[in-house]
């Protein structure tokens, strides 16, 4: 059961921007996702900017406790380790040196709890996903093999990676 406030309630501070069956979402939460959304594209933080990031924001927070409620429901618990690990190799991607992630995100007023968040909401859901379809899957070794020769013969080729981009 979700529960969305109106647009003026995000504006109210500490507020409740929306209720995930038992869970709870506040305006500080979603302010502090979009102000994380804005600092990492580089962008300039206005008005129109916020309001349009909002209810995008509010519903990948929507989904990020869905998934985690998901996941407590089969016992899965994301420890500890697992998060700062998480979190250092997103630190290595970005070219950081170990603690610049943290000095980046204090440096801009955000939390590291708040990138925390979403990587735990990301490990949960792929270790609910894992539990719940990995008994279905089965593969044989001549699929590996397959895919292996497929790899080798492709090797120098050019490759594509294509997406979507939708627009409403």
């Not at 990948?60 to 690990?85: C, F, H, M, S």
């Amino acid at each position: 059961c979700i529960f969305l406030y109106p647009p003026f309630a995000l504006s109210q501070g500490l507020g409740i921007a929306a209720i995930v069956n038992e869970d709870v979402i506040s305006n500080y939460d979603l302010d502090e996702r979009i102000d994380l959304l804005i600092i990492t594209s580089n962008q300039k933080s206005s008005v129109q900017l916020r309001k349009r990031l909002s209810r995008q924001t509010l519903n990948a927070l929507i989904d990020e406790k869905l998934k985690l409620q998901d996941a407590k429901k089969l016992g899965i618990k994301v420890e500890q380790n697992r998060l700062e690990k998480a979190f250092s190799d997103l630190e290595r991607q970005n070219k950081m040196q170990p603690g610049g992630l943290t000095r980046f995100l204090e440096s801009n007023g955000i939390s590291r709890l708040a990138v925390l968040n979403q990587i735990e909401a990301t490990i949960a859901w792929r270790d609910t996903v894992n539990k719940k379809f990995r008994f279905r899957i089965s593969i044989s070794e001549e699929e590996i093999d397959d895919v292996i020769d497929n790899i080798k013969k492709s090797k120098g080729k050019p490759e594509y990676l294509t997406s979507e981009i939708f627009f409403p």
